[in-house]
């Protein structure tokens, strides 16, 4: 099924010069940017977008790491697109991701940790909505798409 997903490269990405090397093993694999921004992260969208570790001990440093510098809010599609984008992330803890995935090759922290990505397709939903207005994000062809996937499994 085709489906649209939220990455976010965390300010750790920006600072270590990261953000085209990123983009393009989404790109390489085959997923479609559907939009793409920088912004700086503020209190209330953190808040929102993090309160489910709200009274966890870590929030407040979960918070200062995402403010620390701009992020980059990307919307992905591709057929299991949330899956197939969690999976190349990685399990969160960068010291423990398998080499291969984008945090056991670029990161050794659970914080600083190169990706947020949405982890169903319910979450990603609520995310896209949280990070992107609806004319932020564009339906488009890519002209590779025939040679990305067989025509029944879209």
């Known amino acids: 099924m085709m489906e649209r997903t939220l990455v976010l490269l965390k300010p750790c990405t920006l600072q270590r010069g990261l953000v085209g090397e990123i983009i393009s093993i989404f790109e390489k694999k085959g997923l479609h940017l559907c939009g793409m921004k920088m912004m700086q992260l503020d209190d209330a969208i ?80 609520i995310e896209i909505k949280r990070f992107f207005r609806p004319e932020e994000l564009y339906d488009w062809h890519p002209a590779t798409f025939d040679y990305l996937y067989a025509n029944d499994e879209y």
């Open 46 to 125: 953190l808040n929102e977008h993090y309160a489910h570790l709200a009274q966890r001990p870590f929030f407040q440093r979960v918070k200062s790491s995402m403010e620390a510098a701009p992020i980059i809010a990307m919307c992905l599609e591709g057929v299991e697109a949330v899956t197939a984008v969690h999976a190349l992330a990685g399990p969160t803890n960068g010291r423990n991701a398998p080499a291969g995935t984008i945090r056991g090759n670029y990161c050794m922290s659970c914080q600083e940790n190169i990706v947020h990505t949405s982890d169903s397709h319910e979450t990603a939903t």
